[in-house]
């Protein structure tokens, strides 16, 4: 590890304690330092969260699961990382808790001791669900600060947050076959230190939300409470439904990648656990680099078109994945992550612009029904390819971006450029 790298936290830390902002406009400001804080925080616990499903091929091997079983274990993560979510969000709706974001990573902390302990299926089923209650206090009350700190510029602020989580994403699974998969499952417990990283610079964050939350009431800027449409509320729940229905097919798609795509590797093509994971690894550092891109282009031309293209752009490359050698599943996962991931961003904000000044519920239920999706998906494709075989897998979801086409029935919301 570099020295910049090893310095990066700590200057991290101290600039988020100085709290500089940028000026955006006469009563708006950015300030970059939270989101940065966030971002990388945001990279610690979805590379925390991210070892669950890397080391499914140890865990497997190890208590003989078969690919239900490995389904569970995403479900059990994700249902808790996504039932939460939404009430902690009205929660917090009503009465912030600048000190809830430490408090998740203390879960997480929590569960990653657990699961480097675990002897049992049902050890690692409860494992796997404290790091899942921790993602599920973490996202909404962050998703609120990281508005909170937006400017107004949400699109953006949101892509930073988001692009941290990606990142982690990707890292996990890298450091997962180079650090767990030789060392075996006791080693889980080493990245506990990266929670408790984690739950300092989340204090910090905490300290700057408390000083900064009570001018947000009452002025009403930081929460978005500005109107953007006049639709009726039959509009906004069917809008709200469209959403939904996208995440579904987003989500699933994501989930039979980075849950089953080292297994398609390893049978397909008969490549050793490293060398699949850092195929993993590729795939979803492309995800990571898709993220960010969405939400500024959103604040330029609009959340609606970048939502279209994000979903049904996948879907030529999703149809030729199944029948792609080696070279070209590569190439493929790695253009089908970037247009993919792109997605999120547009849908919150745009979600967001629907129903303002509910930025905790609408941030809960969102990342909330990914992950919710993301682990029936799991659970749904473990069992197919029990039944049927991994390849069957890739062909039924490479349909799935096709469900984009629903993007059409979204109605357009006026949009400031900034």
């Known amino acids: 590890m570099s020295e910049n790298a ?42 925390n969260q991210s070892l669950v499903p890397a080391i499914y091929p140890i865990l497997k091997d190890s208590y003989r699961l078969d690919f239900a079983q490995i389904g ?7 249902l ?6 939404p009430v902690v969000g009205m929660v917090t709706d009503r009465r912030p808790m600048p000190y809830s974001l430490p408090v998740a990573m203390g879960f997480t902390l929590v569960g990653l001791l657990l699961l480097s302990v675990a002897a049992s299926f049902g050890a690692i089923l409860t494992a796997a669900a404290l790091v899942g209650v921790g993602s599920s206090v973490f996202h909404p009350e962050a998703s609120r600060v990281a508005r909170l700190a937006s400017g107004g510029r949400h699109g953006f602020a949101q892509s930073l947050f988001q692009v941290g989580g990606s990142t982690g994403s990707a890292i996990g699974p890298l450091l997962a076959a180079f650090i767990v998969v030789p060392r ?3 080693s889980i417990a080493w990245f506990s230190g990266v929670a408790l990283l984690a739950i300092v610079l989340l204090t910090n964050v905490g300290f700057w939300y408390r000083s900064r939350r009570a001018p947000a009431r009452r002025g009403g800027l930081a929460q978005g409470i500005e109107a953007l449409h006049s639709l009726s509320r039959a509009k906004v729940l069917g809008a ?8 579904f097919s987003k ?15 390893i049978q397909k093509f008969h490549l050793s656990v490293p060398d699949a994971q850092v195929h993993l690894f590729v795939f979803l550092g492309a995800v990571a680099a898709g993220t960010f891109i969405g939400g500024p282009i959103g604040d330029r031309v609009g959340r609606k078109p970048v939502i279209w293209f994000s979903i049904l752009g996948a879907a030529p490359f999703a149809l030729l994945l199944p029948y792609a050698s080696l070279y070209w599943t590569g190439v493929l996962t790695v253009l089908i992550g970037l247009i993919l991931a792109s997605a999120f961003s547009a849908i919150l904000v745009y979600a967001q612009d629907l129903l303002p000044g509910r930025v905790g519920m609408v941030a809960g239920m969102f990342f909330g029904f990914s992950f919710g999706l993301g682990g029936l998906g799991a659970a749904a494709l473990g069992e197919l390819a029990d039944r049927t075989s991994i390849y069957a897998v890739y062909h039924v979801c490479s349909f799935l971006p096709l469900i984009g086409l629903l993007a059409a029935l979204l109605p357009d919301l006026h949009h400031r450029p900034r």
């Open 6 to 47: 090893i310095r990066a936290p700590q200057t991290i830390a101290r600039v988020a304690a100085a709290g500089v902002t940028t000026r955006v406009g006469p009563a708006e400001t950015t300030t970059f330092t939270i989101l940065l804080s966030l971002s990388f925080c945001h990279m610690l616990n979805d590379l």
């Open 72 to 78: 569970l274990i995403t479900l059990a993560f994700q």
């Open 80 to 85: 808790t990382a996504s039932m939460l979510q």
């Open 184 to 186: 075996g499952q006791g």
């Open 240 to 247: 709200i439904a469209v959403l939904v229905a996208l995440l």
């Open 251 to 265: 989500n699933i798609y994501t989930a039979s990648l980075s849950s089953y795509y080292t297994f398609y590797l």
